[in-house]
């Protein structure tokens, strides 16, 4: 009995630190900010690192991982796009993608399911589009509040980022299944 309790602390202890490094890995996907001319929301890899935070850790961590990185950048801390923090950039041309950040990570992890070495590859793939996908709907309707019309929110919020984001859903997708067998090896019961 002793030992189920030192690997459930364990467990514990190892689920807590991977949560609390993809909030980190998230905020540090910041610091790669390119401006796009069309749009006021730049071009990052923080939605790579959301992705892979649900496929790696599962729905529930993931999308732990996500909220503690909106709430530090909620905070003040400099963690948004641009080294930029505070709660003001939720209602910028920016707030509709970081909402959907935390809907992305919920999403993805839905869908890949708990990790595991056995997922099938299509449904990990189908997950890290789907993760992308889901963080253009607040979006581009934030944008749309704030442009006034879908054509322009479309321009400035979607057809800029659907190439980078089909490269890093792709690099998500291959880097998804070895992430899942390790996390399930160390924060799983098997």
Known sequence: MADTGKTSK??????????????????????VSVPLPVSPVPMVLQ??????????LGPARGSAATALYLLA?????PV????????????????????GYFFAALGAGLIA?????????????????????????PGVFRLYLLLGNW??????GLFPFLI????????AALIA?????????????L
Do not use: Q
């Not at 689920?15 to 909030?23: C, D, E, I, N, R």
């Not at 299944?177 to 019961?189: E, G, K, Q, V």
């Open 151 to 156: 054509p322009a929110a479309f321009a400035a």
């Open 164 to 171: 980078g984001d089909a490269v890093k859903a792709v690099i």
């Open 47 to 56: 939605n790579l690192f959301i992705v892979l935070a649900g496929l790696a």
């Open 10 to 31: 364990r467990r514990t202890i190892m689920g807590v630190t991977m949560t609390s490094l993809f909030a980190a890995l998230i905020a540090g996907g910041a610091f």
């Open 113 to 137: 399911g708990r990790p595991s070495a056995e997922t099938a590859f299509p449904r990990i793939a189908a997950a890290s589009a789907a993760g992308f996908l889901i963080v253009y709907v």
């Open 80 to 99: 948004f796009a641009g080294a930029a923090g505070g709660i003001a950039h939720f209602a910028g041309p920016t707030g509709g993608f970081l909402i």
């Open 177 to 189: 299944p070895r992430m899942r067998r390790i996390m399930a090896d160390h924060l799983f019961d």
């Open 73 to 77: 950048g909620a905070l003040g801390l």
